[in-house]
């Protein structure tokens, strides 16, 4: 069964930085393209920074700069870097994966990040 635990969220202050980990498992891991998505209160779930297997990345223009996605196909673990954190960035984050055919279904409990201005 696909499934993603996401973890490291927290409080901080703007400006500060999160690491962000998400462990996937029933996946072949190396083999697919890697999502983090953020959902703030009221709004859609949102597509932030992707990661090929190849290791090939791109990032929302709101993140861009910002945030640094990065994997580790031997742990089964994406990794989201954040740093320079707005107030803006609050949201509960999550990942996906995509193996050729879109987005799963499965979505982990997120990890909520809340930064204080």
């Known amino acids: 069964q696909v499934q993603f635990v996401e973890s490291g969220g927290g409080l901080v202050q703007a400006g500060g930085s999160l690491r962000l980990s998400c462990v996937a498992s029933g996946i072949t891991f190396s083999m697919n393209v890697m999502g983090w998505f953020r959902q703030a209160p009221g709004k859609q779930r949102e597509l932030v920074a992707v990661?090929?297997?190849?290791?090939?990345?791109n990032y929302a223009s709101s993140v861009k700069g910002r945030f640094t996605v990065t994997r580790d196909n031997a742990k089964k673990t994406v990794y989201l870097r954040m740093n320079s954190l707005k107030p803006e960035d609050t949201a509960v984050y999550y990942c996906?994966?995509?193996?050729?055919?879109?987005?799963?279904?499965?979505w982990g409990q997120g990890t909520q990040v809340t930064v204080s201005s």
């Open positions: 996906n994966a995509d193996s050729g055919t879109g987005w799963t279904d499965y």
């Open positions: 990661i090929a297997s190849s290791g090939t990345t």
